[in-house]
């Protein structure tokens, strides 16, 4: 899907026009990018967060003549996926993950010491 089929669908979906998909569209990504930009994190529940990750200057080397470069800091936007959405992309493993919680819940409680080391005890 493209940014003009979401205007689309924005559009069928709450009755608007194209035209004011559209700005509602805009403005969304223009609060998204200038509050990240800032260095703030933007989150949205169900569906993830956008923010700011900074990366550390680093020595790289160039593929064709193995000379030794210097890569420089860089601040690049990141986005992480919410709980809701990658259970909608992925249910099988939203599944699995679920499955692995709740097992250390149902183990069975730690063996009873055995009856002799409780008579030793008690002597």
Do not use: C, W, Y
């Amino acid at each position: 899907m493209n940014k003009t089929e979401l205007i689309a669908h924005l559009a069928a979906k709450h009755e608007l026009t194209k035209a004011d998909a559209g700005r509602i569209l805009e403005t969304l990504l223009d609060v998204v990018v200038s509050t990240v930009k800032k260095g703030e994190a933007v989150a949205i529940p169900g569906f993830g967060s956008f923010k700011q990750h900074a990366r550390a200057a680093r020595t790289g080397v160039n593929p064709s003549t193995g000379d030794k470069i210097k890569i420089p800091a860089a601040k690049l936007p990141k986005f992480t996926p919410g709980a809701g959405f990658k259970a909608a992309v992925d249910p099988k493993a939203a599944a699995r993950k679920a499955a692995k919680a709740t097992p250390a819940a149902a183990k069975p409680a730690a063996k009873a010491a055995p009856k002799a080391a409780v008579k030793k005890a008690k002597k």
